[in-house]
């Protein structure tokens, strides 16, 4: 009995010391372009700038402390995966949660990867050398976009959690069914206003993004609604020079074509694809858990 005790007693000794210690969390806040920009910093260790750090990038008018991201970042430090997660500041300063659709918008989609650069430029300060980037949704759009345009040696890997697709067909349709209003007349009049130097100048009561009724920049609703093919997540994999890992879910209703677009460019190697039974948009419940067992076993192969 008394063996038995001090081979269990060494043994749980043996696993603590085992056991990284888990750093809490905290926010980081930096300036950039005359704004306090934010991101959650959960870090799976002490010494996390040594090993693989994930920069988390949310989707449409989101937030770090939604769900999916407050999830995706808890997950990630249980696999012992640091994480940082920012908000996109959609022009506003110090930004935290849900955008509110009665605020102005006089934000780009482009925006985002100036700020991702940012964060990736922070994490390099630190010491990190082995960086993944992962977006969900809209945010895995820019996170491709910004994979493909602007290449840093610390990023080994690019994981894209249901990202966004576009066509102009769909995006003119979406639009009206949205709106009860054509896309057209409302873009053309954005159009000449930044044609004319003057797209700073605000649309009063206009569909913009999800937001009914919404105060707009001419310039912002150019960005989000013009034709632009890059906004279809798909046809930016080819130009992404590292490993790049899609997670589609069968039950998404927001992006229904993930799997259909990128199944051409999946090869297994440079771009692989993997579709969750069962998953929406939003990976709830034990599908989140299945994306960072996903990303966990992409990271560690890079």
């Known amino acids: 009995m008394h063996s038995r005790f001090l081979s269990c007693v060494f043994g749980a000794l043996l696993f603590v010391q085992a056991t990284p210690t888990i750093a809490a969390e905290e926010e980081i806040r930096l300036e950039h372009a005359g704004l306090t920009i934010n991101a959650n910093l959960v870090a799976a260790q002490d010494g996390w700038q040594d090993g693989t750090v994930v920069l988390v990038t949310h989707g449409t008018t989101g937030h770090y402390g939604m769900e999916i991201i407050t999830s995706l970042q808890s997950l990630l430090a249980e696999q012992g995966l640091t994480s940082l997660a920012p908000n996109l500041s959609l022009g506003l300063d110090d930004r935290h949660g849900a955008y509110d659709c009665a605020v102005p918008h006089a934000h780009r989609h482009t925006d985002a990867l100036d700020e991702i650069g940012v964060w990736v430029?922070?994490?390099?300060?630190?010491?990190?050398?082995?960086?993944?980037?992962?977006?969900?949704?809209?945010?895995?759009?820019?996170?491709?976009?910004?994979?493909?345009?602007?290449?840093?040696?610390?990023?080994?890997?690019?994981?894209?959690?249901?990202?966004?697709?576009?066509?102009?067909?769909?995006?003119?349709?979406?639009?009206?069914?949205?709106?009860?209003?054509?896309?057209?007349?409302?873009?053309?009049?954005?159009?000449?206003?930044?044609?004319?130097?003057?797209?700073?100048?605000?649309?009063?009561?206009?569909?913009?993004?999800?937001?009914?009724?919404?105060?707009?920049?001419?310039?912002?609703?150019?960005?989000?609604?013009?034709?632009?093919?890059?906004?279809?997540?798909?046809?930016?994999?080819?130009?992404?020079?590292?490993?790049?890992?899609?997670?589609?879910?069968?039950?998404?209703?927001?992006?229904?074509?993930?799997?259909?677009?990128?199944?051409?460019?999946?090869?297994?190697?440079?771009?692989?694809?993997?579709?969750?039974?069962?998953a929406d948009h939003f990976f709830r419940d034990l599908n989140a858990d299945e994306v960072v067992e996903f990303v966990k076993a992409f990271a560690d192969e890079l």
């Open 121 to 278: 430029d922070w994490l390099k300060t630190k010491g990190v050398k082995d960086l993944v980037l992962l977006g969900h949704s809209r945010g895995g759009n820019q996170t491709a976009w910004f994979a493909a345009e602007r290449p840093d040696p610390v990023v080994s890997g690019v994981v894209l959690v249901a990202p966004a697709t576009w066509s102009e067909a769909y995006a003119k349709n979406d639009y009206e069914k949205r709106f009860a209003t054509e896309l057209d007349p409302l873009l053309k009049r954005a159009e000449a206003l930044v044609a004319a130097g003057t797209g700073d100048e605000w649309m009063e009561d206009t569909g913009f993004i999800y937001c009914p009724d919404a105060k707009v920049q001419a310039q912002s609703f150019v960005s989000y609604h013009a034709p632009e093919p890059r906004m279809d997540t798909p046809s930016l994999l080819d130009k992404i020079k590292v490993p790049v890992l899609v997670i589609a879910g069968t039950e998404d209703e927001v992006v229904p074509d993930v799997a259909e677009k990128v199944e051409p460019y999946a090869d297994g190697k440079r771009v692989r694809l993997e579709v969750i039974e069962g």
